[in-house]
């Protein structure tokens, strides 16, 4: 796609650090890192988001997602690695490339803002009445 900016990154129009490639993904660096070794797994086809992915990109994602989760254990030694993906802007998606954020929290360094969310019971009829929607909603494939 022209005017995206991870497609630009694919093609090598724009730099970037390069952690990991495939014939399928592209791992590299965040610039804006929530924590040291914050990276991002891109497919090289372009698709917007989770609805839109092929199957065959978004298996390649987290074959590789593994991978450099193993190596992020291995050189980092981090507490814990958070996968997110975000898909729409009502939920911040900045940049209209899929992508899968691996962010590990580094030894010593603060909680993920992510994943200190406090634990508090729902209403058992809403949550089933919502996930009987969503449950209406599933398609066979
Ligand atoms: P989001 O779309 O909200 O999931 O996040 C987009 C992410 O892409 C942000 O964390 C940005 O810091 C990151 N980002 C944007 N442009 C670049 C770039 N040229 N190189 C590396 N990371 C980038
Ligand atoms: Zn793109």
Request: glycine share 8%.
């Amino acid at each position: 796609m022209e005017d995206c900016i991870f497609c630009k990154i694919v093609k090598g129009e724009i730099p970037c650090t390069k952690v990991y490639e495939n014939d399928d993904v592209l791992a590299f660096a965040d610039i804006n890192p929530i924590r040291d070794g914050h990276t991002l797994i891109i497919p090289k086809v372009h698709a917007e988001n989770i609805w839109e992915i092929s199957g065959e990109s978004l298996t390649a994602i987290h074959l590789a997602s593994r991978k450099v989760a193993a190596a992020m254990k291995k050189a980092l030694e981090p507490e814990g690695i958070a996968f997110v993906q975000l898909n729409g802007r009502g939920v911040n998606q900045i940049v209209m490339h899929y992508h899968l954020h691996l962010v590990p929290r580094p030894k010593g360094a603060p909680e993920l803002p992510l994943t200190g969310w406090e634990m508090i019971p729902g209403d058992m009829e809403k949550i089933k009445e919502i996930a009987d929607d969503i449950a209406g909603a599933v398609q066979i494939a």
